[in-house]
């Protein structure tokens, strides 16, 4: 008897507990919960953030000052929605001066924080290579249905000169998204 009774308390508490953490059931019907997004300071230091410059550094510039001079911009990741689809967006510029640096051009890539210190490229834009002085690449990259994740911009700049040179640049901010 003292036995039944301790095992029907059991079960009883156990019922009681298991119905709030469970919650109702998901019902097919029930719409997908509203996308939600936060910029976070950047946490890690993976080099220049936000913006840098690099220059010529050819043999031939070593002993005077440098031909040509670029600067790299990147923004911090937003979130948009486009056609009713929600978007990570960023954009990369770079602008150089003095001669000898073009072509020159940005590129884009969006990454995704998988832990442990370790970013991949979730998407790419190609290099966009411009003869003037001032080149920029906008990228928008549909994440719904992507889940949880914390994503950031680079900016690769590339200038062809005396040999190919290149420098890249950090979101200031990640973004934290439910997509």
Same mark, same amino acid.
């Given at each position: 008897m003292r036995i039944q009774g301790k095992i029907a308390m059991l079960a009883a508490l156990t019922l009681t507990a298991a119905g709030p953490l469970t919650g109702p059931a998901a019902h097919a019907d029930d719409p997908a919960p509203e996308p939600q997004a936060q910029l976070v300071p950047a946490w890690d230091n993976p080099g220049p953030q936000g913006s840098t410059s690099y220059e010529d550094g050819s043999p031939a510039a070593e002993n005077k000052a440098a031909a040509w001079h670029c600067y790299l911009y990147v923004s911090d990741p937003? #979130?948009?929605?486009y056609s009713g689809r929600w978007h990570v967006e960023g954009t990369g510029r770079q602008s150089c001066t003095g001669s000898g640096y073009a072509p020159q051009g940005p590129r884009l890539t969006l990454q995704r924080y998988f832990g442990l210190g370790i970013w991949r490229n979730v998407v790419r834009t190609s290099i966009a290579w411009s003869r003037g002085s001032y080149a920029e690449m906008r990228k928008a990259w549909n994440c719904t249905g992507s889940g949880s994740e914390?994503?950031?911009?680079v900016v690769?700049? #590339?200038a062809e000169g005396s040999g190919r040179k290149r420098a890249h640049a950090y979101s200031l901010y990640y973004l934290r998204v439910i997509c």
């Open positions: 937003s #979130f948009v929605k914390e994503y950031r911009w690769d700049g #590339f």
